[in-house]
């Protein structure tokens, strides 16, 4: 049967949404953006014969916010796939799920590469959170190498508002339905980085945590990462009550729902 003129209308929009989406720091609860009504950059690529520009309407009051759930990106993906359009790089190789049971390992020997010792993650604590909290232990898997992990950012749920260095050690504080999640690490292997791979981990379980209500994450993290987190659209909370291997850290938090 034939598709309606509507129904098309509606597959094309959220194919347009997805593939317009991008980053911007004003007006979003983190700083990712879907669309922004219209994108006019694509407007203006299109031939000036083919548009009729109304002279007294401005850009700037045009703009409406709207993000894509998940959801709405599975199902963008598959229109893509369906027209034959190709997604965003990082879409096309990268798949983003949640962790197995039988990654653990895998898992730990990224953190052992990722971190020094004093800050890493020990493969027990790994594991202990992969079976508390799986569902908050989001992977980056390569498509293009046999199924390898290339990052993966983890946490715990807790119903506490500040961070305190006993959730990096007891995963027994996990509550699932908890308010607030605690971020406990972010890692991308040296060879995936600087491909926007980590903001996308990030992106990603803001997007998901957001969906099932969560009302806050929250991290700590060394000064030196305090503007990239800002980018992502956390903000500083300043010097975090915390010692972890001996340094200071920066607690940083994102509001997902008020
Ligand atoms: C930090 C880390 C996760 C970044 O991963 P990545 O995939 O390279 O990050 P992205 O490519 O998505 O970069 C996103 C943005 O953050 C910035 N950024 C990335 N790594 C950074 C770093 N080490 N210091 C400061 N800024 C950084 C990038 O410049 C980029 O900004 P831009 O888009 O304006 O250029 C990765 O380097 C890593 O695993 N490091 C070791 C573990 C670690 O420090 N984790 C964070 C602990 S709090």
Not at 96 to 120: H, S
Not at 170 to 188: E, Q
Not at 248 to 256: G, P, R, V
Request: net charge negative.
């Amino acid at each position: 049967m034939s598709r309606t003129r509507e129904e098309v209308i509606d597959e094309l929009t959220l194919a347009l949404l997805y593939l317009t989406r991008f980053n911007d720091s004003e007006g979003s609860p983190f700083n990712e953006m879907a669309w922004k009504n219209y994108d006019f950059d694509a407007i203006d690529r299109l031939d000036k014969e083919d548009l009729i520009i109304d002279p007294k309407r401005r850009r700037d009051g045009a703009y409406k916010y709207a993000y894509l759930t998940e959801k709405g990106r599975e199902k963008a993906r598959k229109l893509l796939e369906k027209y034959d359009v190709e997604d965003y790089p990082l879409y096309e190789r990268f798949d983003f799920r949640t962790v197995k049971p039988e990654e653990a390992e895998a898992v730990a020997k990224i953190e052992q590469i990722c971190f020094p010792p004093n800050e890493a993650c020990t493969p027990e604590r790994i594991k202990e959170r992969i079976d508390v909290a799986s569902d908050l232990f989001l992977v980056a898997i390569d498509r293009e190498n046999d199924g390898k992990i290339a990052g993966f950012l983890n946490g715990i749920a807790t119903d506490e508002y500040a961070f305190r260095d006993e959730f990096f050690t007891d995963a027994g504080l996990h509550k699932d339905y908890g308010k607030n999640v605690m971020i406990l690490g972010l890692d991308v292997l040296p060879e995936y980085r600087k491909q926007g791979l980590g903001r996308e981990l990030v992106y990603n379980y803001c997007r998901k945590e957001q969906a099932r209500g969560r009302k806050r994450l929250v991290l700590t993290c060394l000064q030196n990462k305090v503007k990239m987190y800002t980018k992502f659209g956390f903000i500083d909370r300043g010097e975090a009550d915390s010692t972890w291997g001996g340094e200071k850290w920066h607690e940083m938090d994102i509001t997902l729902n008020i």
